[in-house]
């Protein structure tokens, strides 16, 4: 079955900062989906990537689809502490399966 | 999106007793997921709803532990039965609002049990 690595598990940034988070399926995607969860909060959508290669940024986050449609990553620039939470990605396979499967998650600190 | 109002934030509870998870979203919605998310953990799908359907299940999660309602197209519930301490989790509801376009999956604020 389809195995999802996000990497990493923790990402400890010091404020003004750049860190990136990735996630790595072992089958071709149909699509990427980010999620932010703030501590003792639920996941909220950012963004789904589609094509292969495709870019997409939202101010200072940068999200990424790769040409092989078998990873993703999402880029944060300039960190600040309202970047603090943990990252999912979540990954819709090839065959047109609607079930998700979420990475482990990059949990964010951020140091003032 | 969609909005979804999800009950009870919070519970604590007795070992054996059974709790009644309620999802109402604010539009009709064809599926409706639930999901589990243990403390500092990621997302593990429990099963599916679908409307007029029985749910269906991921592997692991059986309907004697985890039944789940869905009685029309804007609401479901879940039941964590005759519970245990390994119940202790946060459980969510989520629905795709806009299936087929670019869209993302809405989620509910959350049910953290605890059982005692």
């Known amino acids: 079955g389809q195995q999802v690595m996000q990497i990493p598990q923790y990402q400890h940034v010091q404020e003004g900062e750049d860190f990136t988070t990735y996630c790595n399926s072992s089958t071709t995607l149909s699509n990427i989906q980010w999620y932010k969860q703030r501590p003792g909060g639920h996941p909220v959508f950012l963004i789904q990537?589609?094509?292969?290669?495709e870019v997409k940024k939202q101010k200072r986050l940068t999200f990424q689809f790769g040409e092989a449609k078998k990873n993703s990553s999402l880029h944060i620039t300039a960190t600040q502490t309202t970047d603090v939470g943990t990252y999912f990605c979540?990954?819709?396979?090839?065959?047109?399966?609607?079930?998700?499967?979420f990475g482990a998650g990059t949990t964010v600190t951020v140091r003032a | 999106s969609a909005v979804i109002s999800q009950k009870p934030s919070r519970d604590i509870c007795q070992r054996g007793t059974s709790l009644t998870i309620q999802c109402q979203v604010d539009?009709?919605?064809?599926?409706m997921f639930w999901y589990r998310q243990q403390p500092g953990q990621s997302l593990t799908l429990i099963a599916t709803?679908?409307?007029?359907?029985?749910?269906?299940?991921e592997s692991g999660f059986v309907i004697d532990k985890f039944p789940i309602s869905r009685p029309n197209l804007t609401f479901s519930t879940l039941t964590v039965s005759n519970m245990s301490p390994e119940d202790s989790s946060i459980y969510l509801c989520?629905?795709?609002?806009?299936?087929?376009?670019?869209?993302?999956?809405?989620f509910g604020s959350g049910t953290r049990l605890t059982v005692v």
């Open positions: 990537l589609v094509k292969s290669g």
């Open positions: 979540d990954m819709e396979g090839s065959s047109n399966d609607y079930k998700l499967s």
């Open positions: 709803a679908n409307q007029g359907s029985e749910a269906t299940y």
């Open positions: 989520s629905v795709d609002s806009h299936p087929g376009a670019i869209h993302g999956y809405t």
């Open positions: 539009s009709q919605v064809t599926m």
